[in-house]
């Protein structure tokens, strides 16, 4: 229902509940039954009492009872009133006081009592919070009676020789109303409806409530003198306020607060204790300074001890509750929240204890490490919703294949520690690792969709090879043979030794020198010759750049030794930079030769670097700074790293041809490519990889068939192809017969440093001098 709706259906019981309550006082006020101030109140209470039950019954379908119960609490206590202005009760404490006024205006306090804290509670009857708020409400409640009665009503009463049941009635209203203050209060401090005027119409209701009973029951023990009209005053504000209340659209914030967020304590949690120990004391100190004697002493006595009672219980929750949420902090700290295994810390743990205990230890431990394949792929593919979705289902069925002694972690992303116990030796346990590994055959479902993952594992043992006795080694080693795992081709099961320690060992220190090396400029640039095989004379179009590392230390280091590590390490971006950088300042300076300004530098771009937006502006740089023309360099990049997303490649090598560099698919045939993925990639060159080249020099007719194929197919999309690894005239004159377009190998040249590359390329055409041509006479004429 919205505002305007909820707004109209109020105006309409507003103005029937006029309409009856001018009626049926006019009647009443015409047969003298009604004075015209008492008049006046019934007014104002019929009128709003009549808007809360007509208006709150289209809105709030049950949520409507706790005012439906406001409205006849109110309704019981403006009768009482009536009742004791007619029966001139006031001040009368003695056993002929009619008890009739009280009978209506005690069980309306209780009632009122029971509404509002329904009403400041919300929907959340089980809520911690508000069990507590209604503790130290009624504490406070008690230990105001208990000074209140000791040191104020029961002296007087005790003059009168007032009855029990007076005595009662006389301070309920009051206590009961201090009560609903202190559960008002909270609207006032509660985030989500202290702003809400429904929340501080109530609370001011209740204060005024207070000050008509507290003002009665002064008036009762003859503290004051009040007239009648400010007690009918007092009555019709109250009733008015509490109406508006119901009435105010912010009601509804009182319901819903709960749905976004619950309620927040009157006072922080010390501050609530502070008072809650207080009121432990006060009724305390009632007892033993109160000049009560005899019965009345007992009274106070009684309420004391319902004060401790309540207290007790009161700080009993609050101790509860505080180991609950140290237990709760505990197991956040040692587990995961995702799929609620332990962590790293934990494992860790277990693992100490399990080392430790001479027993366990003897019967053989193993820890595998596991870390699921291409996970990210999954993130990427179905939203990292569907990939915790996946983590969840990969743990329980990790629970389901081990034995129930066995300790099953997750310690961070997609990689789990399960701790094998009574393992006797590695075949043992490489078997119970394979069936971990084999759980994952089935496939997983993630919505809608079926996914099939594999996994990688390490297992490292306690006994083997040598005892080892910390965990976090147990645990790391595990982790490296998982990575052994990885480089076998994945999905298998990796056993750890000794040597792997080692390759770690110097996988790290290789690492740190690669490091020195960006540093210290240990790198350097050499070249290899790019022949046209179009004619019968050699001509050199261009030369590949490849990166060579020489330091002080480890001399020549192969690249097959330090690029991976680059790339797993990221400085592979700043080398990647300075290897475009070099190539196409050495470039400039050769094409200042004679016949030499159309040759062109290739240079290899790492998957790293092509995820960088900054590949694009340096690349631009570095060909303003060198004064070179776009086409002067040729960025290749390998299928396989286009094949991981072809629609990004495409859009990469889209941009690449925006800026007018030329562009070379390396090592084709090698990885996923068809026809139709090659059609999507705008490429000027298609580089045949060398283990096919090198079957024409076998004469092995289905590499030569293959090469064909690649070469029409090229051919077809306007690309020229340069076949790598010549080193036999036997594979030139194929790769000539075949219609190959370029060629390069240590047939025509090793790799070459800068100094010497002018030298190379005119040895190559001896007799007719130095002929170069560009990329158009090679064939490759995409995007040109």
Same mark, same amino acid.
């Given at each position: ?66 005012? &439906?119960? =406001? ?72 230990? @105001? ?27 309920? @209203? ?44 002064? !008036? ?9 009209? =400010? ?57 033993? &300074? ?53 962590? $790293? ?16 230890? %003897? ?6 490490? =596991?870390?699921?394949? %291409? #996970? ?23 629970? +389901? ?10 310690? /961070? ?26 759980? #994952?055959?089935?496939?997983?479902? &993630? ?15 306690? +006994? ?29 099961? !990796? ?7 080692? $390759?770690?060992?110097?996988?790290? @220190? *290789? ?55 680059? +790339? ?20 400039? !300076? ?15 771009? @790492? ?23 776009? +086409?002067?360099?040729?960025?290749? =990049? ?26 070379? *698919? ?35 007719? !289905? ?79 995409? /995007? $040109?």
């Amino acid at each position: 229902m919205t505002n305007a709706q909820l707004a109209r259906n109020q105006a309409v019981a507003v103005a029937a509940a006029v309409v009856g309550a001018v009626a049926v006082l006019g009647v009443l006020e015409g047969f003298g039954l009604l004075a015209g101030g008492e008049a006046a109140t019934l007014a104002v209470g019929a009128v709003f009492l009549g808007a809360m039950v007509v208006a709150t019954r289209p809105s709030r379908s049950t949520w409507r009872w706790p005012w &439906l119960a =406001l409205a006849v609490a109110l309704g019981l206590l403006l009768c009482a009133g009536l009742a004791r202005a007619h029966l001139h009760t006031v001040g009368n404490l003695t056993a002929s006081r009619s008890l009739v006024p009280d009978a209506m205006g005690v069980p309306g306090s209780l009632l009122a009592a029971v509404a509002v804290t329904l009403v400041t509670r919300g929907r959340a009857p089980r809520d911690r919070v508000d069990v507590d708020m209604v503790l130290d409400a009624l504490i406070f409640a008690l230990a @105001s009676l208990a000074v209140v009665w000791a040191f104020v009503v029961d002296p007087i009463l005790a003059r009168h020789h007032a009855p029990g049941a007076v005595r009662v009635v006389v301070v309920c @209203s009051p206590v009961v109303d201090l009560f609903m203050v202190a559960m008002t209060g909270r609207l006032l401090f509660d985030r989500a409806t202290r702003r809400a005027w429904s929340g501080r119409l109530l609370a001011a209701a209740v204060v005024a409530l207070f000050a008509r009973d507290a003002a009665l029951a002064a !008036s009762d023990l003859g503290l004051v003198s009040m007239d009648w009209p =400010l007690f009918d005053a007092l009555s019709a504000t109250a009733v008015a306020l509490f109406g508006g209340a119901a009435l105010h659209p912010s009601a509804r914030l009182l319901e819903l607060r709960r749905l976004n967020g619950g309620a927040r304590p009157l006072f922080p949690t010390p501050a609530r204790l502070f008072l809650v120990t207080l009121a432990l004391i006060v009724p305390t100190l009632v007892v033993v &300074l109160s000049p009560a004697r005899g019965g009345d002493r007992l009274a106070v006595t009684g309420v004391a001890v319902v004060t401790a009672a309540v207290t007790t219980w009161r700080v009993f929750r609050a101790l509860r509750s505080s180991a609950s949420s140290e237990a709760k902090l505990a197991h956040q700290a040692t587990h995961d929240e995702l799929t609620g295994l332990p962590n $790293r810390v934990l494992v860790e743990q277990w693992v100490s204890g399990m080392l430790d205990e001479p027993g366990l230890s %003897r019967a053989g431990l193993a820890v595998v490490f =596991l870390d699921i394949d %291409r #996970f990210k792929l999954v993130n990427d593919t179905f939203g990292h919703a569907n990939g915790d979705v996946l983590l969840g289902q990969v743990a329980r069925r990790i629970g +389901e294949v081990v034995g129930p002694r066995d300790i099953v972690a997750r310690i /961070g992303g997609d990689e789990f520690v399960i701790v094998l116990e009574n393992v006797a030796g590695t075949e043992q346990a490489r078997q119970r690792a394979e069936r971990i590994r084999r759980s #994952f055959d089935d496939a997983f479902f &993630l919505g809608q969709s079926e996914v099939f993952v594999t996994a990688s594992l390490g297992v490292s043992l306690s +006994e083997h090879p040598e005892p080892v006795i910390d965990a976090e080694t147990l645990i790391r080693d595990a982790d490296t043979a998982m990575y052994q795992a990885k480089e076998a081709g994945r999905d298998t099961v !990796s056993i750890f030794d000794a040597s792997m320690r080692e $390759r770690i060992a110097d996988r790290l @220190s *290789l690492e740190h020198d690669l490091r020195l090396a960006v540093e210290r400029e240990e790198f350097r640039l050499v070249y290899q010759p790019i022949i046209s095989l179009a004619g019968r004379e050699r001509r050199v179009i261009g030369l590949e750049a490849l990166l060579r590392w020489e330091g002080p230390a480890r001399g020549l280091v192969p690249p097959g030794m330090f690029i991976g590590i680059a +790339e797993d390490s990221g400085l592979i971006v700043e080398i990647g930079d300075w290897v475009i950088h070099e190539a196409c300042r050495q470039l400039a !300076s050769w094409r200042q030769e004679p016949d030499l300004h159309d040759l062109f530098v290739s240079v290899n771009v @790492s998957a790293l670097q092509l995820k960088k937006a900054a590949l694009l502006p340096r690349i631009r740089g570095a060909l303003a700074q060198s004064r070179l023309s776009t +086409e002067a360099l040729c960025i290749e =990049l390998t299928e396989s790293l286009l094949m991981e997303s072809p629609a990004d490649g495409t859009a990469l090598l889209t941009r690449l041809k925006e800026l007018g560099v030329r562009l070379a *698919l390396d090592d084709f045939g090698t990885g996923y490519s068809s026809l139709a993925y090659l059609r999507q990639f705008p490429v000027d060159y298609v580089k045949v990889d060398q283990s096919f080249t090198v079957g024409l020099a076998r004469q092995d007719p !289905s590499d030569e068939t293959l090469v064909a194929a690649i070469v029409s197919m090229a051919r077809a999309l306007g690309a020229a192809t340069i076949a790598e690894g010549v080193e036999e005239p036997r594979q030139e004159d194929r790769l000539r017969a075949i219609g190959a377009d370029c060629a390069q190998g240590f047939y025509y040249s090793r790799p070459v440093p800068a100094e010497r590359v002018v030298e190379t390329i005119r040895s190559l055409a001896p007799r007719r001098g130095l002929r170069l041509v560009s990329g158009d006479a090679a064939g490759g004429r995409r /995007g $040109r």
